[in-house]
């Protein structure tokens, strides 16, 4: 599955070579299990002196970004590598920027906010052939990535919600193209978190939700009766509402928990 892309990617020198991506795809494809597919992928960085992972993170990013329906491996292939056991240099875990290499997944956060930042640039994403559409796909990824606790993006998160809400972006059809369906992402992919905003990770979860969950309830079930918005968004609305109706009938029954 995927084997042009993944090719493409071991061809490519900014991205891990052939023998770290090949675990990945036998992941991807069902052939091994996420801790040996994470031991191996991470096993040349694991041995550097000094340990750089930054490559292997832009795959996982591109993946998300080009192969979406492969999100939800990379989540768990994230999860695993942040149980393996850190790097060790001169008797104490090797950082990146203050962060331990696999169990903080050093430079993780600083490149996503950077691929995060460059996808959002309303002066050319939303007029790219698949601008709206690759927004879409990191939103999701930012949510699931917060949902399994890899790290919290919550902040981003409601930021995009924010957006899409926002009377600025709703007037004008080439904002409101490029924010609503990540918005509808968000909560599809991410709504027990953003129940519990808040809290944190772990915790028990609210009985009533965070503040805002209900004016985004509202204006998201509006904005899906609008004739103004194509007919594929608004179904995305309609189904982050539903999601956001279940959320809101068992958050006793859903602890965010991994």
């Known amino acids: ?19 770290e991506i090949t675990p990945i795809k036998s992941f991807v494809d069902g052939q091994i299990s996420a801790t040996e597919a994470a031991q191996q992928c991470t096993s040349r960085i694991a041995a550097e002196p000094s340990p750089n992972p930054e490559l ?23 999860a695993a590598i942040k149980e393996l056991p850190d790097p060790v240099h001169n008797g104490q875990p090797y950082k990146i920027n203050g962060e331990k290499v696999f169990s903080q997944l050093g430079y993780f956060g600083a490149g996503f906010a ?33 949902t399994r606790f890899v790290i919290d993006w919550r902040h981003r998160n409601v930021e995009t919600i924010d957006d899409a809400l926002s009377e600025e972006y709703l007037k004008d059809a080439r904002t409101r193209n490029f924010f609503l369906p990540a918005a509808a992402n968000q909560i599809i992919y991410g709504a027990l978190p953003l129940w519990n905003l ?20 509202s204006r998201l079930g509006e904005l899906a009766e ?6 594929d968004t608004r179904a995305l609305l309609r189904r982050a509402v539903e999601v956001m109706n279940t959320t809101a009938q068992g958050p006793e029954s859903s602890a965010w928990s991994v």
Do not use: C, H
């Not at 993170?57 to 491996?73: C, I």
């Open 226 to 231: 609008n004739a103004d918005i194509s007919e």
């Open 56 to 78: 292997l993170w832009s795959l996982f990013e591109s993946m998300a970004v080009e192969l979406p329906s492969t999100q939800d491996k990379i989540v768990e292939l994230l």
């Open 114 to 146: 950077d691929g995060w930042s460059g996808l959002r640039d309303l002066s050319r994403a939303p007029n790219q052939p698949l601008g709206p559409e690759k927004w879409a796909s990191i939103n999701a990824f930012a949510a699931r990535l917060t």
């Open 1 to 19: 599955m995927y084997e042009e892309w993944f090719q493409s990617m071991a061809d490519d020198e900014d991205m891990p070579t052939l023998a």
């Open 198 to 217: 808040g809290n944190d990770p772990g915790a028990e979860p609210r009985l009533s939700p965070y503040n805002d969950w209900v004016m985004w309830k």
